[in-house]
């Protein structure tokens, strides 16, 4: 039965002006729940990102993604690891369930709360952002999904910008 729904998705791709692989992307983005996402930013342009508060290339990419808040529009999973320990799963649930979440992802991020995390209640969002990690696969962030591209970039990347169409500041 797979198979026949992999023929099937090969030839509607086809016949759709798009590769199999563009096609399972966008299939794949459509099925993300955005309303459960962290969503930073005014931009027109759109970014899907998982991201670890302590993953030093998530970091790297937030420098950079801040300076361009009034282009992009970017929405945010966090992806706490359970071998980083108790702080990387607190700095998670600090970012999800304060109040002025691009204060709290500055200050996690830019690393203000290294050493000292404020202690914080679970967050249920943040579950809900794992489930989301889980169906999409995702091993390792920052994760990029650029939805207008169908397109995916693993790892921080400088292209990543330029696949955006923003040049870096």
Request: hydrophobic share 40%; with cysteine.
């Amino acid at each position: 039965m797979r198979w026949a729904i992999t023929i099937l998705l090969f030839f509607s791709a086809l016949s759709l002006g798009g590769s199999l692989y563009e096609q399972l992307i966008k299939e794949q983005i459509r099925s993300i729940p955005l309303d459960k996402a962290i969503v930073v930013g005014k931009g027109n342009k759109k970014l899907i990102t998982f991201i670890n508060p302590d993953c030093p290339h998530c970091r790297a990419e937030w420098k950079e993604l801040r300076k361009h808040l009034n282009k992009i529009t970017v929405y945010i999973f966090v992806f706490p690891f359970k071998t980083w320990g108790e702080d990387n799963l607190r700095k998670s649930y600090y970012i999800a369930c304060s109040e002025d979440k691009l204060k709290a992802l500055d200050e996690v991020l830019l690393g203000k709360l290294d050493g000292n995390v404020p202690k914080v209640e679970k967050c249920d969002l943040v579950e809900e952002h794992l489930k989301v990690v889980e169906k999409m696969g995702v091993n390792g962030v920052p994760y990029n999904i650029i939805p207008e591209k169908n397109k995916i970039i693993e790892g921080f990347s400088d292209n990543l910008l330029k696949e955006l169409g923003i040049e870096k500041k």
